[in-house]
């Protein structure tokens, strides 16, 4: 199937590990060029060289932190000097601080909010007066399963992507006119470096391993085991192609069938 996303120009934010270079590798093997960020510029750099070697795609590596609006404002700047334009936006950022709600003070809160919240609303009001000018674009959120059912020690993450929810189903009726679709995909538990540090430090705080913490995890999920990056990243493909052009508002898990909600 052609997807459409060949001379696309797609920005994938924090894309030096996980599920943000799953995407990005994806879109690169559909003919996409990119623009990708992390804090950290020797990670991206050598995540882009990567791509580029086995791909061909043109990456352009940024240092950034999403979660500071002047960094933000620099990353889609500097992706539209480059290639003219941002044709895809695929927001994502690390996972906050975990921990029940009796852990974390105001400054964690704002925190959190600036990581998952604010930088999905700066990256989005960034690059939607291109979009609306050329009436095509994509925007995914990548968020939780944890929208649709809360996991547990997990207040920041569980409030706060729930918040960009609601923010990305109400914006998609307002750019819909202009030919942007807007949706979400919803991880679940996904074999990360972000799965691996949780299952660490929750292990550690029952005094278990984390493979034994990893197998309570798989036990949950109908398809018993974790799922792959690739496989997420095949579907958040599809939601930002050409194919998906009437498909908006949306918010889609990869979950293995963890989520037990009718809808």
Not at 25 to 36: D, K, R, W, Y
Not at 255 to 260: A, E, F, L, P
């Amino acid at each position: 199937m052609d997807l459409g996303l060949k001379n696309k120009v797609a920005l994938v934010a924090a894309a030096s590990r996980g599920l943000g270079r799953a995407v990005a590798e994806e879109l690169a093997a559909e003919g996409a060029t990119l623009v990708i960020c992390s804090r950290n510029a020797e990670t991206i750099n050598t995540t882009a060289n990567e791509i580029t070697k086995a791909t061909g795609a043109e990456v352009l590596a940024l240092t950034a932190d999403v979660s500071q609006a002047d960094d933000v404002v620099h990353l889609v700047q500097s992706g539209i000097e480059r290639f003219g334009r941002i044709d895809i936006l695929v927001t994502n950022s690390g996972g906050p601080l975990a921990g029940p709600f009796e852990r974390f003070n105001q400054e964690d809160w704002e925190a959190a909010t600036r990581l998952l919240l604010f930088s999905a609303v700066e990256l989005a009001r960034n690059v939607l007066p291109g979009m609306k000018q050329r009436r095509w674009g994509r925007i995914l959120n990548i968020t939780s399963i944890a929208v649709k059912q809360p996991v547990e020690n997990l207040i920041l993450s569980n409030s706060l992507r729930a918040a960009v929810t609601g923010f990305a189903r109400t914006l998609a009726n307002e750019v819909a006119p202009f030919g942007i679709t807007v949706n979400n995909i919803m991880p679940g538990y996904t074999r990360t470096e972000r799965i691996e540090e949780l299952s660490r430090m929750m292990a550690e705080k029952e005094g278990i391993s984390p493979a034994e913490f990893v197998a309570r995890w798989e036990k949950e999920v109908p398809m018993r085991r974790l799922g792959e990056p690739h496989e997420f990243a095949a579907l958040a493909a599809f939601l930002v192609s050409e194919r998906a052009s009437y498909i908006t508002g949306t918010s889609i898990p990869v979950d293995g069938g963890w989520i037990r909600a009718l809808m």
